[in-house]
C-alpha cells in the first residue's frame, strides 16, 4: 500500500514538474517569438532546396514507379544480374520523371512569358486612351444631365491626377533611380538564388527518387529501434494515413486544376475573350488553392481584360463565378471524394490559417494538414468516450431545446449531414 502511495505521488509531482516546466518554457517562447520565427525563416531558406526536391519527388513518384516497375519485368531477362536489370530500369524512370517535369516547366513558360510581354504593352498602350475615354464619357453624361460644373470638377480632376503622375515620376521616381536599380538588382539576385534553389531542387529531386527506399529503411530501423512494437505500428499507421490524404488531395487538385484550366480555355475561345492562353493557364493554377483559388486568379485576370473591353471583363467575372460553382460542387467533390473530410467552414478555416502562416504553400497544404489533425483528435475523443462508456455521437451532445426538436429527430438531421459529408 505505502508503495502504491509513493508510486501515485511520484506521478503527481512529475505530473506538475512537467506542466510547470511546459508554461515556462511557453512564456519564453512568446516573448521571443520574432525570435524564433527568425530563426524558423533561416532554417527554412537554408533547407529550401530540398524542400523542393521533396515536394518534386513526391509528385514525381507515381510516374517513376510506374516506368521502373514496367522497364525492370522487361529487362530482368536481358541482364546477368538483377542488380544491372534494377540500375538501368532507375535510370528509365528518372529519365521518364525528367522528362515530365521539364516538359510541364517548359509548356508553362512557353504559355505565359509571351502573353504576359503582349499583355503589359497593350495595358500601358491602352491604358491613356481608355482615361481619356474615361474622362470624355463622365463629361457627355454629367452635361447631358444638366451638371455641367460637375463635368468640369471631373475634367479638373482627371487634369490634376495626369499632372500629379508626371510630377511624382519627374520628382521622385527620376532622383530616385540608385535606389531603385539598387531594388532592381536585390530582386534580380533574388531571382537567381530561386533559380539556384529550384536547380538544386531538381538535383536533390533525383536523389530522393532513386534512394527512397533506403530512407524508408532507415527510417523504419529507427523506429523499430526506438519504440514498441504498438507505438511503432501507429507510426507506420500514421505515415500511411497522411501519404494517403496528402496524395489523395494534391494529386486530386492538380487533376481537378488541369481540367479547369481546359474548360476556362474553351469557354474563353467560344466568347472570344482575350488572352485565352495567359488568363487560362492563371485560373488553373491558382485553382489548386481551395475555395479562393478561382478568385485570386480571376482578380488581376478582370483586370488585364477590363483595360482592353471593360464589358468582355464582365462576361469573365460571369463565367468565372459559374466555374467555380461547377468545380465546387460537381467536379471537385466528384475528383477528391471523401479524402479531405472537412466541412466547408473547416476548409476555409485551415486555408486562411495555413495562408497567414505559410503564404501559397500553407494555403495548398492547410487543408490536408487540418485534415489529419481533426481526423486523430476525433479518433483520440472518441476513444477516451468509449472508455468512459459515454456515446461517441455528435447529435447526443446537441443542444436543441429552443427550436423543440425531439431526439428523433435530432438523430435523422445528424444522420443526414453525415451522409452529405460522406458524398
Not at 466555374?323 to 471537385?332: A, E, K, P, S
Not at 427550436?403 to 452529405?420: D, G, I, T, V
Amino acid at each position: 500500500m505505502r508503495e502504491r502511495m509513493k508510486g501515485v505521488r511520484f506521478k503527481q509531482w512529475a505530473t506538475y514538474t512537467f506542466a510547470g516546466v511546459s508554461i515556462i518554457l511557453f512564456y519564453f517562447f512568446m516573448k521571443n517569438l520574432s525570435q524564433v520565427w527568425s530563426a524558423v525563416g533561416t532554417v527554412n531558406r537554408i533547407l529550401r532546396p530540398f524542400t523542393i526536391g521533396l515536394i518534386l519527388a513526391y509528385l514525381l513518384c507515381p510516374i517513376y514507379n510506374t516506368t521502373v516497375r514496367r522497364f525492370l519485368k522487361r529487362l530482368k531477362s536481358k541482364f546477368k544480374t538483377e542488380r544491372q536489370a534494377v540500375t538501368w530500369a532507375r535510370v528509365a524512370g528518372t529519365t521518364a520523371a525528367m522528362v515530365l517535369l521539364f516538359a510541364v516547366i517548359g509548356s508553362v513558360l512557353w504559355l505565359l512569358v509571351p502573353q504576359i510581354v503582349k499583355s503589359v504593352v497593350a495595358f500601358f498602350e491602352v491604358l491613356p486612351g481608355r482615361l481619356e475615354e474615361l474622362s470624355k464619357f463622365l463629361s457627355k453624361q454629367l452635361v447631358k444631365n444638366h451638371h455641367p460644373e460637375m463635368a468640369k470638377q471631373v475634367g479638373k480632376l482627371i487634369q490634376a491626377a495626369r499632372e500629379y503622375v508626371l510630377d511624382y515620376a519627374e520628382k521622385k521616381l527620376l532622383p530616385g533611380v540608385g535606389s531603385i536599380m539598387a531594388k532592381v538588382s536585390m530582386g534580380l539576385l533574388q531571382t537567381l538564388r530561386t533559380l539556384l534553389d529550384v536547380v538544386i531542387g531538381i538535383i536533390v529531386c533525383v536523389y530522393f527518387l532513386n534512394m527512397k527506399e533506403r530512407f524508408a529503411a532507415h527510417l523504419k530501423m529507427f523506429i523499430q529501434g526506438h519504440f514498441s512494437q504498438k507505438h511503432a505500428d501507429e507510426i507506420y499507421e500514421f505515415g500511411a494515413y497522411t501519404n494517403k490524404t496528402f496524395g489523395g488531395f494534391i494529386n486530386g487538385k492538380i487533376i481537378d486544376s488541369i481540367i479547369i484550366g481546359f474548360i476556362c480555355y474553351a469557354a474563353m475561345l467560344l466568347l472570344k475573350l482575350p488572352y485565352p492562353e495567359l488568363i487560362s493557364t492563371i485560373v488553373g493554377v491558382t485553382n489548386i488553392i481551395p475555395f479562393f483559388g478561382p478568385f485570386i486568379g480571376a482578380i488581376p485576370s478582370a483586370v488585364v481584360i477590363c483595360v482592353l473591353d471593360p464589358v468582355k471583363a464582365l462576361i469573365f467575372l460571369v463565367w468565372i463565378f459559374i466555374l467555380q460553382q461547377f468545380d465546387g460542387n460537381i467536379l471537385g467533390p466528384w475528383i477528391l471524394g471523401g479524402r479531405v473530410g472537412l466541412g466547408s467552414f473547416w476548409v476555409m478555416f485551415a486555408i486562411i490559417v495555413g495562408g497567414g502562416l505559410f503564404g501559397p504553400v500553407g494555403m495548398i497544404l492547410g487543408v490536408p494538414v487540418f485534415s489529419i489533425i481533426t481526423y486523430y483528435v476525433g479518433r483520440r475523443t472518441r476513444t477516451l468516450l468509449s472508455r468512459k462508456g459515454m456515446s461517441d455521437q455528435v447529435s447526443d451532445y446537441m443542444n436543441w431545446d429552443n427550436f423543440n426538436y425531439s431526439k428523433k429527430e435530432l438523430q435523422a438531421m445528424q444522420q443526414a449531414r453525415e451522409a452529405e459529408e460522406e458524398e
